[in-house]
């Protein structure tokens, strides 16, 4: 049975990093692009990063460019998002998502990892 499951998350201070982890298990997702979305508390559900499955594109909303980073180890089964200079905005449940077709259509999602920002 496929599975995404994130680690990484926790409590960090505005302007700190964290580095989120999805570790596939399975099945292979070398084909499949591979995603982050989030979702905060009272507020609907944004894809926050994507990559394709070849690695040669990325997706990042406006809100995270420059700050986060969205990377894919194909031999581990495991895609990463880093993450820079957090704003207590960035707070939300993260999802690691899996895609045969389009990344904002998700195949397969993980059970989600909290990161809070503090001020």
């Known amino acids: 049975q496929a599975q995404l499951v994130e680690s990484g998350g926790g409590l960090v201070q505005a302007g700190g990093s964290l580095r989120l982890s999805c570790a596939a298990s399975g099945r292979t997702f070398s084909m499949y692009a591979m995603g982050w979305f989030r979702q905060a508390l009272g507020k609907e559900r944004e894809i926050v990063a994507a990559v394709t499955w070849s690695g040669s594109t990325t997706y990042y909303v406006d809100s995270v460019k420059g700050r986060f980073t969205i990377s894919r180890d194909v031999a581990k089964n495991t895609v990463y998002l880093q993450m820079h200079r957090l704003k207590p905005e960035d707070t939300a449940v993260y999802y690691c998502?899996?895609?045969?077709?389009?990344?904002?259509?998700?195949?397969?999602w993980g059970q989600g990892t909290q990161v809070t920002v503090s001020s």
């Open positions: 998502t899996a895609s045969r077709g389009s990344w904002v259509h998700p195949d397969y």
